[in-house]
């Protein structure tokens, strides 16, 4: 099968190099292969470096996105190719020479299988990285994202780094460029209601290089937050429960904390439920780790993903819900009515 890869990148002059090395190396039939680099206008060396690769291997090939960002990135490779397999993949991962003949043995499971994908293996570049990447891979941290917690091999609502037969795009049509987050989740939610079916194999491996800090953390989770509350608002659903608990979490210690003070119950009755999440923390970071420093920042990172991602979906909600807020393409199609 022919098959591309997409490469949404910006400014990744420290990645780009193994990213596109381990694509390279692959045992895939070369002849058989397109990759789609989409740099985002970078002003580092990202785009000399792709280059020499370009210049090396004909099957790399280079689109500049003058838009800059992910969702325009992806649609911009995958429309590129009439590939029979379109893989996307970040600049900070690295796949496994076996990756590609994976992702196809993978289809050949169920004729339904429109996307299929596998774990990722996070190498932590710091401490901090690691203690983060810890508490991403826990079901206490993410809920059932089975591509970050590794637990179930078979049917999954998502993956990270899909690879999509050439059909579910002319079917579902492409990535939401509306989305600045999530633009994967949405999209594999959206070939689901078209009856495909997303299939993770633990066989299908790849690396990711996690660069983080606290404070990146929030960023992201917030924004993962914010933007499901779009994609539920645009599909008139909640695409899946394990987005509303951390919205119910910051709920319940606003609101909780309020009505401490109106009866002694109340109070008790909060702080028992409360002091139950911090045991459940704890005894989550204990299971990683025995080193009492690395135990309570892993414990920081489980409040840092689930307050964010709560707060963002809180505001969410009353932008997209109540302020009745709209993007800049439903903008243009009101103008253009």
């Not at 690769?53 to 500049?64: A, G, R």
């Not at 489980?302 to 302020?323: Q, V």
Request: hydrophobic share 45%; glycine share 6%.
């Amino acid at each position: 099968m022919r098959v591309s890869i997409t490469i949404p990148c910006r400014n990744e002059e420290k990645y780009i190099v193994r990213c596109l090395q381990s694509i390279v190396d692959s045992n895939y039939p070369k002849e058989l292969l397109e990759v789609f680099v989409c740099d985002g206008m970078s002003d580092d060396k990202t785009v000399d470096l792709i280059t020499g690769f370009t210049l090396k291997y004909p099957f790399i090939k280079m689109i500049e996105n003058k838009r800059r960002t992910t969702q325009y990135a992806l649609n911009l490779g995958i429309m590129a190719s009439d590939s029979d397999v379109r893989i996307i993949l970040g600049a900070h991962a690295e796949i496994y020479p076996d990756y590609i003949n994976e992702c196809i043995k993978a289809f050949e499971i169920d004729p339904q299988i429109g996307c299929v994908g596998g774990l990722l293996e996070n190498v932590m570049e710091d401490r901090i990285s690691s203690v983060i990447s810890i508490a991403m891979a826990s079901s206490f941290g993410v809920g059932n994202a089975h591509f970050r917690t590794g637990k179930k091999d078979g049917y999954v609502d998502t993956v990270a780094f899909g690879a999509y037969k050439k059909e579910v795009f002319e079917t579902a049509g492409y990535f939401d460029e509306d989305l600045v987050r999530n633009q994967d989740d949405e999209f594999n939610f959206r070939i689901l209601k078209f009856g495909f079916k997303i299939y993770l194999s633990h066989a299908i491996r790849s690396r990711y290089f996690v660069r983080a800090s606290f404070p990146k953390l929030y960023k992201q989770y917030n924004q993962y937050g914010y933007w499901k509350v779009y994609v539920n608002r645009k599909h008139k659903t909640v695409t899946t429960v394990r987005q509303l608990i951390p919205a119910f979490f910051v709920l319940f210690v606003v609101l909780g904390m309020l009505m401490s003070f109106f009866h002694i119950y109340l109070a008790a009755a909060y702080l028992l439920i409360f002091t139950l999440y911090w045991v459940m923390a704890f005894r989550e970071a204990f299971s990683a780790t025995r080193e009492l420093s690395i135990v309570f920042n892993i414990v920081y990172s489980f409040l840092i993903l689930h307050w964010s991602y709560g707060t963002g979906y809180l505001k969410g909600i009353f932008d997209f819900f109540i302020l009745n807020r709209k993007t800049i393409s439903e903008e243009n199609m009101k103008l253009s009515r």
